[in-house]
């Protein structure tokens, strides 16, 4: 593998983590989908690149799947529940911006060192996209658990999706890879934007995850 | 029945176990009417069953890229077809009065029969896939069905439970694709690229010459990936609501049968594990978290005010139990995991049929508003009674049984660990006949109305467990002390 080529893959992993970064720090919600669709088209690239590189045409269904869906439906579609809805304002974080960027960090480095060091006989490339695919991951986790907004919550799963593709697409050759992306694709704008946001529109007048603790089953 | 079975050979049976829930899902979609679908489902699911236990008569299909039937998962699912197919038989009646007070409408009642299949072939297709990702895709399908389920009721408690489901359920599905894929790379090195190097029974072949540190990696993202789906503390939060929310047959299915498909999995991956000998003992972590999920419910189990809540918590209590056994390992503790998992299923989806018709007679679930059951509603109250002592552990029913197996095999190994596991299930036994005595005996206490109830099931499977704790036939001694070993 050329050194080009692999410079060229680094970048595009590295960039999803940076974006990944950039989404902790949003705190409106359209700000934040417009970050998450920018999410999405580096994962096109990057996905794009692993096809090309490997050889694998099927991967530019992932890409275009990437591009399409998740860069371009999804963002919309929950710009207009956010409008509809009135909930434009702040996100409200559970955690203030400054730790939570420090506690992204030290994810990052984390995953660097536990995978690094565990994948030394792997294929290089693959080596440091999963560490890189890691830290999508755990920033993704972070941002779910940091926010209280259920639009934000899913967006937050969806980047953790991301950071799970970009770490299959760099496994050279790994099967259903493209399976995995479509499935993971349908059932979360089916779950997610079809059942839920809607049910809890219908009943709550808010998609704020605090108003739903009030309903937990045992108190007296 | 003659036909069927007679075709089995010929028509290879694990086709026809995945295909006859798509075919009725797909039916059940579409036709109206109550009286037709709940037969339809019951139908469709005594079928599967049947088609599952020719697996034990006749020769099996041979195992290719995608599916496998091995020794040990044919006792998963005959486990998973049957619970299948007696909780259709209790959906049906349970069903009816839930349209009866309008509950469930017509639409939802077509959505929610089609649902039960699509679950019943997602978890059979998880237990069968010998290929690792598709596994992981059953076991999300399963998973994003059961989220629907739960929420079908629309109420505001329903759709919290729900909510949080679909948030920890994703996340640990998350983490067990993230560790499959690490599998995956800790694979292709020595396998190639490729499908072969996510078979499952290719990779047990080769799994000795992977690297170890990735495997360990990998297993830590499968345990805490599919153990967020067993249900496991500190990842069980979804669980109770889960439970207590969404159709009492849900509960049931949930309980007892989708706990132990991800279980399952999280067994596969131990055995991949114990074959590559510079990995970590997977025993270990799996004896921590069973341990820590045991005791944390036990304790758990004297502050519940909702009846079903308090047999979720239960069933926590349990799944830990289970996965201490397996993590212990060797041929007895496995032996009493297995023992115990197929009784704590029939046990547990039994007291949620009971619990299932008493909710609905009393038209709440709180179990401060339930009182006398033995009196008011004496079959139902003593199935609720004999089911708690057999979860609770009395002898001689099943359960005390493969509770004192676990314990045993404990203490001639480990007798340190066998304090806290003995703790851990008195304190339990403490809280479920506390709580069974206020809601069983006393002064009745709401409504007195008689139930419209189908005892068939909940008795059934209190025979079973009464049966095996008195006596075990010994083929099935045999089979299970035969997959005890390939557990390992």
Known sequence: MGSLDFDIAHLFAGGLVLVSFMMLYQDRLYALLNVFALHAFVLAFSVGWQAYIQDAPHLFITTALAIVFKGIIIPVALHRIIQRLGIHREIETVVGIGPTMLFGIGLVALSMAVMLRVTAEADRLAREDVALALSVVLLGLLMMVTRRNAVSQVVGFMSLENGLILAATGAKGMPLVVEMSVAFSILIAFIVIGIFLFRIRERFDTVDIQALDRFRGEQR | ?488
Do not use: C
């Open chain 2, 1 to 488: 029945m003659t036909a069927l079975v007679a075709d089995a050979p010929v028509v290879d049976a694990v086709s026809v176990i995945l295909l006859i829930p798509v075919v009725a899902g797909t039916l059940l979609a579409v036709l109206p009417g109550y009286w037709l679908t709940a037969r339809l489902n019951v139908l469709a699911t005594f079928l599967t069953l049947l088609a599952a236990l020719s697996l034990f008569f006749f020769a099996r299909p041979t195992s290719g890229q995608y599916l496998l039937v091995d020794d040990l998962n044919v006792v998963f699912v005959a486990l998973n077809t049957f619970v299948g197919f007696t909780t259709s038989v209790f959906s049906a009646s349970y069903i009816a009065h839930e349209l009866e007070i309008g509950r469930l409408t017509p639409s939802y009642l077509r959505f929610y029969h089609a649902m039960y299949q699509v679950l019943m072939f997602a978890m059979n297709l998880a237990l069968t896939a010998n290929n690792i990702g598709l596994m992981w895709v059953a076991i999300e399908l399963a998973t994003l069905t059961t989220i629907l389920m739960v929420g079908i009721y629309r109420t505001h408690e329903a759709i919290e439970a729900a909510w949080k489901y679909f948030i920890l359920g994703s996340v640990g599905i998350a983490l067990a694709l993230f560790g499959t894929i690490l599998i995956y790379l800790a694979a292709q090195p020595v396998m190639g690229s490729g499908l072969d190097a996510m078979v499952w029974t290719l990779l047990i072949d080769h799994v000795a010459r992977f690297d170890p540190a990735l495997l360990n990696v990998a297993f830590v993202f499968l345990l805490l990936g599919y153990g967020t789906k067993v249900g496991l503390a500190p990842l069980h939060a979804w669980l109770p609501d889960a439970h207590a929310e969404g159709p009492t047959p849900i509960s049931a299915v949930l309980s007892g049968l989708l706990l132990n498909v991800a279980l399952y999995a999280v067994l596969r991956f131990k055995m991949l594990l114990a074959a590559n000998a510079k990995a970590i003992a997977p025993g270990p972590l799996m004896v921590t978290m069973g341990l820590g999920s045991l005791l944390f419910a036990a304790f758990m189990l004297y502050r519940r005010r909702d009846i079903k809540r308090m047999f979720a918590y239960s069933s926590i209590e349990h799944m830990g139990i289970i996965t201490f056994a397996f993590g212990m390992g060797g041929p007895l503790a496995n032996f009493a995991g297995l023992l115990h998992m197929t009784m704590h299923s029939l046990t547990k989806s039994a007291i949620f049929y009971s619990v299932g018709h008493i909710a609905q007679i009393k038209g709440t679930q709180k179990l401060a508003d339930i009182r006398g059951l033995t009196e008011t509603h004496p079959v139902l109250g003593w199935g609720l009674v004999l089911g708690v002592f057999a979860i609770a552990g009395m002898p001689p029913l099943g359960i005390f049984m493969s509770e004192f197996l676990v314990i045993s095999s404990t203490f001639a190994r480990e007798p340190l660990l066998a304090i806290p596991l003995v703790a851990g299930l008195l304190v339990a036994f403490g809280a479920l006949l506390l709580r069974m005595n206020s809601v069983a005996f006393g002064d009745p206490l709401g409504s007195t109305k008689p139930a419209q109830a189908s005892y068939v099931p909940l008795y059934a499977h209190l025979a079973l467990v009464l049966g095996a704790g008195l006596y075990l036939p010994p083929p099935l001694v045999l089979w299970f002390q035969h997959v005890a070993g390939l557990l390992g």
